[in-house]
DNA sequence: TCCATATTTCAACGATAATGGAAATGAAGG
DNA sequence: CCTTCATTTCCATTATCGTTGAAATATGGA
């Protein structure tokens, strides 16, 4: 991964309102949200909200489809895994009880333990 | 963890010079860096770099020492995992091959396999 | 004490980002 | 075709951020 592309994914999660929708379709999973469901869901503007998933968008961070008159947006697992891995690669050395806490983090999300 | 927090953090690293410095202290690991070892190293200003130490350390994600007339700096491994746990908790509502990119991102970390 | 080195603080400038009102686009239904 | 609903684009305002020069603070050694 590219410097630039993780300091775009970064400062696109960096922002409250971009980080509560990031999160709301991390937890909506594979069914996803329409754009106004985010906005209602988040007491957002809707002009205000559709550029800010422009910005997670154009990030990669979220996918979108439509779907009738709704646009469904969807949290980007593989991008967002690529980001973790990026910050933390080549930690420690090799000396692996500097960066244990980096190493049980998947034994502290839901489902993946 | 809590998203004001998050936002910091995410803020502190999205910024090229400052994701540079964290992913510096990350390889460094235990020994850490010298602010004046991390100026040469990026070739940043020593008064530029000062005040991003001092975002990520406000942030929480470096610490530092003094030691005699330098000051160590260390990625604070940690805060680190705290963040990424938070960004992705919760994910994908117990259908693990949703977010199986999550899952195997501790073997793409190259200590902690 | 005086000097050199290491780092931080201060002040100011230019650039970038967040927000919301108003208008525009796209899609469905009568 | 016209209306309604969903979302986006445009524009202007305000606020925040990154950088730099200059000065200040802190440490160690002659």
């Not at 379709?25 to 559709?50: C, D, F, P, W, Y």
Request: aromatic letters at 4%.
């Amino acid at each position: 991964m590219e410097s630039n592309l993780a300091v775009g994914r970064l400062s696109a999660l960096a922002q409250p309102n971009r980080l509560a929708v990031f999160r709301l379709l991390v937890r909506a999973g594979n069914e996803g949200m329409s754009a106004g469901e985010i906005a209602r869901s988040l007491n957002v503007a809707a002009n205000t909200l559709s550029s800010q998933l422009n910005i997670l968008s154009h990030a990669g961070l979220v996918t979108s489809t439509r779907d009738g008159r709704s646009i469904i947006y969807r949290a980007a697992f593989n991008a967002m895994a690529d980001l973790m891995v990026y910050l933390v690669e080549d930690c420690c050395q090799g000396h692996a009880e500097i960066c244990a806490p980096i190493s049980e983090i998947t034994d502290r999300i839901a489902c993946c333990g």
